[in-house]
């Protein structure tokens, strides 16, 4: 069964880290381009950043830039992201996604697989 499985979310303050993991099953993503997007109540799914398969290009949102750091380790099967400085707004459910191509990566549609999400909430 092909499987994403998102983890690592959690609460946080203002100013605070975490680093959220996603990890295949069913398949190897070696092949795959890997997007993180976001989704707040309310608000439209966001895309956060993509990983090509290689891991030697990546793409982030305008809102994350500078603060989050995505990568991947294929041996793991694994794409992590590394959120750094969180501000309230980055509050969200996370998910991760693979895709064939990585040219239109921050396009939701162009995924095939996701995974069900981590709740990431940054509050004081």
């Known amino acids: 069964q092909l499987q994403l499985v998102e983890s690592g979310g959690g609460l946080v303050q203002p100013g605070g880290s975490l680093r959220l993991s996603c990890v295949a099953s069913g398949f190897n993503i070696d092949l795959h381009t890997i997007g993180w997007f976001r989704q707040a109540p309310g608000k439209e799914r966001e895309g956060v950043s993509c990983i090509s398969s290689a891991g030697g290009r990546t793409k982030y949102g305008d809102s994350v830039k500078g603060r989050f750091t995505i990568s991947r380790d294929n041996a793991a099967n694994t794409v992590y992201l590394q959120m750094n400085n969180l501000k309230p707004e980055d509050t969200a459910v996370y998910y991760c996604?693979?895709?064939?191509?990585?040219?239109?990566?921050?396009?939701?549609?162009?995924?095939?697989?996701w995974g069900r999400g981590t709740q990431v909430t940054v509050s004081s």
């Open positions: 996604a693979a895709a064939w191509n990585y040219d239109s990566c921050s396009v939701a549609e162009e995924y095939d697989y």
